[in-house]
């Protein structure tokens, strides 16, 4: 067996742990995206070939060269997330490639996605800056709300959620503080009317304690495809 498949398997097997964990009324499924950035086409086919179909890119230009590559795997099922910061003039390439782009936080981005893909409208996260850093990306806690329900209205977005990037901490207390408000705006826009089916949030650090927080998707990279050089 490859490393590559053995820790898929690994995290999977993670995955499924953190799941049982919970208690059967919170239990739910969640989705593994698969970072690939920094990996070469061929680490992405390997994982692939050992199930795995959704796979996460920060890069609009790398992850557009790395779907062009892969465009047979296409008709197969694999699944393009963009989860990086993204720049008005890439939104061509992202709408272009992608399936999924978890980081929106800008009308006018959100905006020109709508218009790109307004014959297929595009699965979109509304980023949240949770940790309020300044290096951080994402709408503000207090406007996630307001500019979830913009986009919800946009013809060519297909609104499915929230997604996060939490403080890079050694404190477990914060982490989980930081996850719990995502999962309590996650309620929130459920109850407000938007039907959002999508909590985006866990890395390879964390992607268990995300889980037993309430996240439905997490994004695993170095777990997976080892460190990034
Ligand atoms: C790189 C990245 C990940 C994966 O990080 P790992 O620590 O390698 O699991 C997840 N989400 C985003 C937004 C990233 O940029």
Redesign the pocket.
Known sequence: MSSIESNLQHVRAGIDGAIAGLPPDARQPVTL?A?S?TQPAEAVREAFAAGQRAF?E?YAQEGAAKAAALADLKPRGIEWHF??PLQSNKAGLVARHFDWV??VERAKIAEALSRLRERDPINVCVQVNVSGEASKSGVGVDEAPAFAAACARLPGLRLRGL?A?VEKTPDEATLRRQFRIMRELFVALRASGLSVDTL?M????D?RAAIEEGATLV???????G??T
């Open positions: 995206v970072v950035k996460g920060n989860i990086g978890h980081s997604m990037i985006s866990g890395m390879s650090q992607y994004r695993v990279g170095s777990a997976i495809f460190a990034r």
